[in-house]
């Protein structure tokens, strides 16, 4: 089965930026529609960005033009760059993984996503 190991949280200053990535057991990466999803304390979980196995990729409104979402399939690694972070960015941060294509408009949330990571903390202040 596949598994998915996220790194790169951390804590930073508003203004600032991280990288996140996300390594696959498998090769998923090339046959998926795979992203990022948040939890803040208190709210429900949320696509932050999503890649199609075509490259095509897909942002909330709430981060478009400050997060970069890309692939490397060789290296089975999936990666969020975050630029301008603002405090309101704070969440638990999760890769996940559904077979098939991003479009139709499911892929911002939860349920469409059959793979996922343990998560990693990003704390904006």
């Known amino acids: 089965d596949v598994q998915l190991v996220e790194s790169g949280g951390g804590s930073v200053q508003a203004g600032g930026s991280l990288r996140l990535s996300c390594g696959a057991s498998?090769?998923?990466?090339?046959?998926?529609?795979v992203g990022w999803l948040r939890q803040a304390p208190g709210k429900q979980r949320e696509g932050v960005a999503a890649?199609?196995?075509?490259?095509?990729?897909r942002y909330a409104d709430s981060v478009k033009g400050r997060f970069t979402i890309s692939k490397d399939n060789a290296k089975n690694t999936l990666y969020l760059q975050m630029n301008s972070l603002k405090p309101e960015d704070t969440a638990m941060y999760y890769c996940?993984?559904?077979?098939?294509?991003?479009?139709?408009?499911?892929?911002?949330?939860?349920?469409?996503?059959?793979?996922w990571g343990q998560g990693t903390q990003v704390t904006v202040s």
């Open positions: 498998g090769s998923i990466y090339g046959d998926a529609c």
């Open positions: 890649i199609g196995f075509n490259g095509n990729t």
């Open positions: 996940a993984a559904a077979r098939g294509s991003c479009s139709g408009g499911n892929w911002p949330y939860p349920d469409f996503f059959g793979y």
